[in-house]
């Protein structure tokens, strides 16, 4: 793992899990961030093994190297716990994860909700660390809006995949549709039985 990635994933968490603590407002030792022997815990985001082996193995593979690198950088600490959390992000659920103090400290979350977990308090600034170890350089304008909260940074962007369209025009040719149709895919589901649309994609870990 590059040493600056290792700085800056180390500051990150450590700002991330301080929003989490304070923000469930609980009275139990359940979430202070810490382990029974006084290790810093960080309960991190990971595909689980069944669903996807490799993006599983090179996380557990990165939790062991950071922990080494902690160690050497901070050698009067207790050191880390790294502890895998398997939760999956979905808007049903996050609500109630967020007040129970059940989110990672850190987790993984489409884009398209960076401003609802903005508004909740759920992330942490991280600016400072950002620029401090050049994350911000050559950012997309489009991505940078999106985790940006009065000139701060709270989210940091980490994977983009394109999503592609496939067309079948034999249904298309079936429904009779032509440029001029507003309602495409109404028109298509009324003229074929077997009308479905599907969206796949690859969880890459």
Not at 50 to 65: C, I, L, N, W
Not at 135 to 155: A, F, P, Q, T, W
Request: net charge negative.
């Amino acid at each position: 793992m590059n040493a600056n990635l290792k700085k800056v994933l180390m500051c990150v968490l450590s700002g991330v899990l301080t929003v989490g603590a304070c923000s469930g407002c609980t009275s139990s030792n359940k979430n202070t961030g810490l382990t029974e022997d006084g290790k810093l815990l960080l309960k991190m985001s990971t595909t689980p093994k069944d669903v996807y082996e490799p993006g599983y193995t090179r996380s557990m593979k990165s939790y062991e190297d950071f922990t080494e690198y902690y160690k050497t950088a901070h050698p009067d600490s207790k050191g880390i716990h790294i502890e895998p959390n398997f939760s999956v992000f979905n808007t049903k659920d996050y609500a109630a994860m967020a007040i129970g103090d059940q989110l990672a400290t850190y987790y993984k979350v489409p884009l398209t909700e960076a401003k609802g977990i903005m508004d909740a308090g759920y992330a942490k600034d991280i600016t400072s660390w950002l620029e401090k170890y050049n994350y911000l350089k050559g950012m997309d304008e489009k991505i940078e809006k999106n985790i940006v909260r009065d000139g701060k940074y709270y989210l940091l962007p980490y994977e983009v995949y394109s999503v592609g369209i496939a067309i079948n025009h034999d249904i298309m040719k079936q429904a009779v549709l032509t440029d001029e149709n507003a309602d495409c895919a109404k028109l298509i589901k009324e003229s074929s039985e077997n009308f479905q649309s599907t969206l796949d994609t690859v969880n890459a870990g």
